[in-house]
């Protein structure tokens, strides 16, 4: 799990006294806050030294470090209130433990303030902003297993249990059959992505018919949708092939994964029915994404995973485990559940009655209908005792798959004569004998004619489109069928299927390929012959068969439709390099112009330039160009495109004579000069003016007399920054031209266009990221800290122009704490000049340790 | 040995007889989601695509078959040279 923090950052977060705190637990001197930061720094990214202590850490203190590194981060008050995942006794000590030493860190915690360890003390409420916490990685690589928990619960003598007859499997084969539900009804997603209630009506009916009751249903429903394999497409539910790869799962592995999808379920299903009145509030309380949503099932796995394997306990014993271990699972010590239920009298016997009311029967139902519906754990005396299976232990506790169901794979086919196939594709399925898996199958592959106990089904070539559509292979829909019949298939239904079998193998359609291509013949040759799971496809292409690839210079991915893939080339060329072209490319070319290629690969496209063609749609054509390129088009295209299109576009020479000032506000005067228009023909953009035929002898005259001096330069003419409007009239061609020196310009123009450079070239334009955030105070002293070291700074600040913070790398000079507000003296790299930032608009800051200046 | 260039996650059509292949190109509803031929009997197909393309083969009388990845195997004698 990647820590989004150093630990330099997280320390500095910390108050002095908390610092002072671990620097004793790790047997440090306290020194200045700095020293202990830098020391603490040191020890904590040693796994070596952190791996000594941990050794020796406290068994609750271990299994919270592993609850917590499974987060990127995690909030204080979220933690403490599972704690019945990790202790049996105050959550707030292991955790003291496990922040004493480093182990946890607590991530800065922007304009919150420092941190300090009184703050696990304190009461959370939801909303309330918390620390938020992280295992460093450097923990996390050592973190030595948790170990198990034993606790004392009492057994139930073996001799006097008498095991329910129920079956280990339902839920799967449930599941099974909520598959094929979806299959035949295809319910309609409602705008609200909720089912049409009449085809989910029609679901419950026809799960009734086959004993699933609507509540487990809905979970199913629920549970199936987080494992992908039921999903809207156009507007309707349907199974997706993930359900094909799964049903193909071992029947432990399919358990497992149910199980661990209905823990971390988040729609509190089972608290709508055993909390109505408190529904809304606990929703509240524990909101999605955090640990609290799902605690009351893990708590309850949890506990399962410690009791011993084949030991039978009693239910109401397990229960009292649960409320021993935490009664405030479902919130039962809050002061609002009690408000909420107009509690009166001794509140100890509400909650005593509470408990006994919504928790124990919840806790009794997840047990006899979830958990043992699973195959979990195994019912006696009438629901009244329990004890782990095998693929309770499995998915509890992690243990090998069960061996008895380790190479169980699903039943496809029923009994020997579960269906009757009759010369007419008729087939006659008596729902008794035939497994869930046949009765989605004849579903899949053939229409329903008659329902009933003696289904009737019809095969025809549109069913078995259907069928093929659903992702199982027509050959093996054969052998089922060949299997659920007493007797052999009638001929021409055997010939039938072979035909349509020769008709798929007829045409393949293969997804997410890797094909391999090469610049010449003889490579894919070389390449097809030195390698067993290349296989050549006409002259350059080598599908690969394996997942190990072999060794190629670049990939084209087609993640991506129509995105951009021309570059301009030279002329009207446009190019697309051969690394870059895809398979499609020139389909979508052929249509625009003429394409060839270049002896290096690359695709050449020259557009047609046609005036007939080009006459009304010259545009069009500019914009679909335009459209596939991946940089602007180069002015050049627009203008040859429109010249040959409407062939009025001409360039007209003459030769004048120009006059170029050092700036437009003297150009402004000279134009304003007495007698001046008669020697000017007219002004070339802001810096130069045109002189008439013959009159740069009167001109120089009248600029003289206003102590303006006329010389001619052979310098490179025209220097000067593009103004608006300018562009178009500005001439680039140095001639035998009378013009100013603008040494000046010249000087600001170079000084710009290094600005521009540096902009361009420097670190300073990071990708926008996540900074930690501290308080004024805090970020003062890291930034003092930096000034000191001539350490380069990386900040995310807010000015007051815009109101998205924006990253950049400053050198940081001095701190102006006496100025209102207080600011920092910086050189920003990013705009390379000298810049202040108040320290309040700072949003995020990270030292680059590495980097000096 | 030269360049080589990986296409990752593309499509195709294979079929046993080039004529079927001319048979789809020339399908307008087809076409425009297809490449350039890579040889006699295969031709790329737009990924994003190959539902549509599947379900227009159905509609043409042809029952395509569909395999996901690269690894499966096609029957011998119907592959592409």
Redesign the interface.
């Known amino acids: 799990m990647n820590v989004p923090y150093t630990v330099r950052e997280c320390l500095q977060g910390y108050n002095a006294d908390t610092l002072g705190a671990l620097c004793a637990s790790w047997g440090l001197p306290a020194r200045s806050k700095e020293l202990n930061i830098r020391s603490l720094e040191q020890i904590l990214e040693s796994s070596t030294q952190v791996a000594r202590l941990l050794a020796n850490a406290p068994g609750d203190t271990l299994r919270l470090l592993h609850l917590v590194s499974c987060h990127p981060l995690i909030s204080l008050a979220d933690i403490l209130s599972v704690r019945g995942l990790y202790t049996g006794n105050c959550s707030v000590e292991p955790l003291r433990i496990a922040l004493q030493h480093g182990w946890i860190l607590v991530a800065p915690r922007g304009s919150s303030g420092a941190f300090a360890l009184s703050d696990l003390t304190r009461e959370y409420r939801p909303n309330d902003p918390s620390p938020s916490l992280f295992v460093p990685t450097s923990v996390q690589t050592v973190l030595p297993p948790a170990p198990d928990e034993t606790l004392e619960v009492p057994r139930v003598p073996e001799g006097t249990v008498i095991p329910d007859p129920s079956p280990t499997d339902w839920t799967t084969n449930a599941s099974l059959e909520f598959l094929r539900l979806v299959d035949i009804v295809q319910p309609r997603v409602t705008a609200g992505k909720t089912l049409h209630r009449a085809d989910w009506q029609q679901v419950l009916e026809e799960a009734r018919n086959v004993g699933i009751p609507s509540e487990s249903l809905t979970l199913l429903y629920g549970i199936l949708q987080t494992l992908q394999c039921v999903a809207e497409q156009n507007g309707r539910l349907v199974v997706t ?1 993930r359900a094909e790869q799964w049903v193909r799962l071992s029947q432990s592995q399919r358990a497992c994964d149910l199980f661990q999808v209905f823990l971390e379920s988040e729609d509190l299903y089972e608290i709508t029915i055993f909390f109505p009145e408190s529904f809304s509030s606990i929703d509240a309380y524990a909101p999605a994404g955090t640990l609290r949503r799902t605690y009351f099932k893990k708590l309850a796995a949890y506990l399962l995973s410690t009791l011993d394997t084949s030991t039978w306990y009693e239910v109401q014993t397990f229960v009292d485990l649960i409320k021993t271990r935490d009664r405030n699972v479902l919130f039962l010590e809050e002061p609002w559940r009690a408000i909420q239920a107009h509690a009166r009298g001794d509140i100890a016997v509400w909650r005593e009655n509470a408990w006994r009311t919504h928790e124990e029967r919840l806790y009794q139902w997840m047990l006899r209908a979830v958990f043992a519906g699973m195959g979990i754990i195994q019912l006696g005396n009438q629901g009244s005792v329990f004890r782990l299976t095998p693929q309770g232990v499995f998915t509890c506790k992690g243990a090998p798959i069960p061996e008895t169901q380790s190479d169980e794979l699903p039943q496809t086919q029923g009994a020997g004569d579960a269906i009757v196939v009759q010369p007419d594709f008729e087939v006659i399925a008596f729902l008794d004998r035939c497994t869930p898996e046949l009765r989605r199958r004849l579903d899949a592959f053939c229409d329903r004619i008659r329902p009933g106990q003696a289904t009737t089904y019809r095969i025809t070539e549109e069913s ?2 259907r069928g ?2 659903s992702g199982f292979p ?1 050959e093996g829909f054969l052998r089922v069928l060949e299997e659920a019949s007493a007797r052999p298939l009638p001929a021409n239904v055997r010939d039938q299927f072979s035909t ?1 079998i020769r ?18 013949e003889k ?1 894919a040759r ?2 097809a012959k030195n390698n067993d799971q290349l ?7 080598l ?5 190990q ?11 991506q ?1 129509n995105s951009p893939f021309l570059e301009p080339a030279e002329g009207l060329q446009l190019k697309c390099p ?2 870059k072209w ?3 490319h ?2 979508r070319l052929e249509s625009l112009g003429t394409l060839s290629r270049a002896s290096n ?1 690359d695709l050449l496209f020259t557009p047609t330039i046609d005036k007939k063609l080009l006459q009304d749609d010259w545009q069009t054509l500019l914009d679909e160009l335009q459209s596939l390129t991946v940089v602007p088009l180069p002015p050049r295209y627009r203008t040859s495109l429109r010249a040959y299109a409407e062939g009025n576009v001409v360039g007209k020479a003459r030769t004048v004579t120009l006059v170029r000032f050092e700036d437009p506000e003297t150009a402004d005067a000279v134009m304003e000069l007495a007698g001046s228009s008669g020697a000017i023909e007219g002004r070339l953009g802001n810096y130069t003016l045109v002189v008439r035929k013959a009159r740069l002898s009167e001109l120089k005259r009248i600029l003289k007399a206003h102590g303006i001096r006329v010389i001619t330069s052979a310098e490179c003419w025209d220097d000067t920054p593009v103004i608006n409007g300018e562009s178009a009239e500005q001439i680039s061609q140095p001639a035998e031209l009378t013009t100013i020196p603008a040494s000046a310009s010249k000087k600001k123009t170079r000084a710009r266009s290094k600005r521009k450079k540096n902009v361009s070239t420097s670190e300073s334009a990071p990708a926008p990221q996540e900074l930690p955030s501290y308080s004024t105070k805090i970020m003062q002293e890291i930034l003092e800290d930096a000034i000191q070291r001539r350490r380069l700074v990386l900040i995310a600040y807010e000015s007051s122009l815009s109101a998205r913070a924006d990253t950049r790398v400053i050198k940081p000079v001095m701190l102006d704490l006496h100025n209102t507000p207080p600011v920092l003296n910086a050189f920003c790299c990013k705009q390379n000049v000298a810049r202040q930032f108040k320290l309040s608009q700072i949003r995020g800051i990270r030292v680059l340790e590495n980097e000096t200046f | 040995m030269n360049k080589t260039k990986l296409h990752e996650g593309i499509a195709l059509i294979e079929v046993s007889d080039p004529l079927l292949l001319t048979e789809i190109e020339n399908d307008p509803v087809i076409r425009p989601y297809l490449g350039d031929r890579i040889s006699d009997c295969c031709v790329p197909v737009m990924p994003h695509a190959v539902a549509e393309v599947q379900r227009r083969l159905q509609a043409m009388g042809h029952l395509p078959t569909r395999l996901h990845c690269a690894t499966a195997e096609v029957p011998k004698g119907d592959q592409a040279v």
């Open positions: 092939p078995i489109r093929i559509n027509l349509w008709k798929r193998n007829a045409i393949v359609i293969r997804t997410n390929c890797k094909l391999v291509e090469c610049l010449s490579d070389t390449l296989r050549l496809i006409g002259t350059r292409f599908l690969c068969e394996d997942t690839l072999p060794h190629v210079d670049t990939v084209v991915s087609y993640s439709e051969w690394e895809n398979l499609f020139t389909r690969g």
